[in-house]
């Protein structure tokens, strides 16, 4: 058998902002492949059948990403994660026809790799395409289902609530937790997506762009499960509606990490036994002793309550404010 | 001996935005009150002696602020947080010339209380004045550390992250955050705060305003402790530089919640015993099932990367982005 054509995407340059095909990245047909001949050195040789497109491919195309991310190097294929079938093998590790899938296939037709390393052998399911693979059963569904599994601590009757939940991920925890029995808030920015997420089952589907987050959760909460894509002020609004003890699963992080929030409100903390007489034992003689500093704000005379209370709106008090009304 | 004046603070009309002193509230001298013949009818006689003057007032003047948060009436005096000292007594629950404190002290220079109901009795440290025990011996001292204590679990040699640094509650968690041996990164709105919060002791100073917050973050974190008192923006920098088990003190919030917020990151997911395997073994079979559904956006050929990949950094796709670069 002869050469035949082993095409490839190659990175050309760094973007500044979208990539533009053709330029940023180059269809290149110029390499040939002779797939009985090409020596293995003890490795394998895949087809590739499919490769998954994601906006983190456009970060590795940054001036000055590096190896920690994976920087793409001008001139060299780009690589993600994606799908392949083996034609030869000259090691045990892997079988031809056999699948492997990970986040190190090239993006060229035919690569010989040299182990197995970071790419494993996937046993697929004989009627789901190898394309879910890359999606729903693969990093997506990952993220969602092992997320929901490890965190979510669902229970029947419980609200969740689901931001992006027209996107990738969303649209299958939408179903989890339907699944769990879960009473269903979700928002996406279209009124299609919206359309979309009650077709998938979720009970209160909403468009964020053009109602108020926290009007709905306030009808419709509190929550319990708070599957947060976004940060910043939908973050905000739904601590501020989440129940005692929900469980907030924010997604993307660049690291995996638990973390554990609580909001402080007085009253009931002072009915923790102990907890009052230890703070009146202790804080007035740190107080005293100077070993905790504080700063008051002293103003004589009921008359100045309306000036006093001006300047703690407009905070140009300088330390805790307090009206003296009268010396005993 | 005769009627003395009784001098009040009335509320006089809801304010469109900053009160008006003499004109939303009014500083009233026609009532007068002779204390030793003045009914108690089994209840007590307090000299109001301190008053505390915080923003939250003026969240009670709103028009529609009702009972739930103690909207003020217009013709009648406010209330507060403050203390009196007990001139006359007909309960034994209070003491004449013991101190009384509560939320529900009227803004008058003597009152007469039916119970002590609210109010309780101040057992107050020869040596620190009465007006501390509004600050920093009283809820806003309470607030901090109160809150540290049943959160913060601070470990020597570990960082926290305090905000509002120079405020009347962080000032005194910076404090605490030292004294328990943590590494104190603070921040706040002006570099006269800063030099304040220096002064108490905090390793890591900044002004927010003129400083990335993510910057000082990323050098001196991550975090274990994050009290956090802005939200929005900031949330998320703390959040995204806090150590993993870090503890999220959020303040203030209208009721006392503890939540739990995880970051997911499947690499490490998959690490945990069981979890790769039931994900390939439910998730495929669902999906074929059609029990989950999903949406793949599949375009046919390497050639058409480049586009595939404008259309997701665009949010065009319409599903999970495959390119499919062959068949078997």
């Known amino acids: 058998m002869s050469p035949i054509p082993n095409a490839r995407v190659l990175f050309n340059f ?26 293995l050195n003890g490795g394998f040789l895949i087809k590739t059948l499919v490769l998954s497109i994601d906006p983190f491919l456009r970060y590795r195309m940054n001036r000055g990403a590096d190896d920690r991310v994976g920087g793409f190097q001008i001139g060299a294929p780009l690589d993600g994660f994606g799908i392949g079938v083996v034609l030869r093998s000259e090691t045990p590790e892997v079988q031809v026809g056999e699948y492997v899938y990970g986040i190190t296939i090239i993006f060229q037709e035919y690569t010989v790799y040299p182990a197995l390393d970071q790419l494993q052998i996937l046993k697929k399911h004989p009627e789901l395409p190898l394309s ?142 102990g907890y009052r007489d230890e703070f009146y034992e202790v804080m007035p003689r740190k107080l005293v002793s100077g070993e905790i500093k504080h700063v008051e704000d002293l103003t004589t005379g009921l008359d100045q309550v309306g000036e006093v209370m001006l300047a703690v709106l407009k905070g140009t008090n300088k330390g805790k404010a307090v009206v003296v009304v009268a010396e005993e």
Chains 1, 2 share one sequence.
């Open 14 to 39: 760094h973007p500044e902002s979208y990539p533009i095909p053709g330029e940023t990245t180059v269809y290149d047909t110029t390499k040939t492949i002779d797939l009985q001949s090409v020596p």
């Open 132 to 273: 879910a693979y890359l999606g729903a059963a693969g990093m997506t569904g990952q993220t969602a289902y092992l997320g929901w599994k490890a965190y979510a601590d669902a229970k029947p009757g419980e609200v969740a609530f689901v931001t992006t939940g027209a996107g990738a991920v969303g649209s299958i925890v939408i179903q989890l937790a339907k699944q769990a029995g879960m009473k269903v808030i979700a928002s996406a920015g279209s009124e299609a997506k919206v359309e979309f997420m009650r077709s998938l089952g979720a009970d209160v589907a909403f468009n964020y762009k053009t109602t108020d987050t926290r009007a709905i959760l306030e009808k419709e909460g509190p929550i319990n499960v708070f599957w947060d894509h976004i940060g910043g002020e939908i973050t905000d609004a739904g601590i501020e509606y989440a129940a005692e003890g929900a469980r907030i699963l924010k997604f993307p992080l660049i690291s995996l990490k638990s973390l554990h929030i609580h909001g402080i409100f007085v009253p009931p903390l002072l009915q923790i036994p």
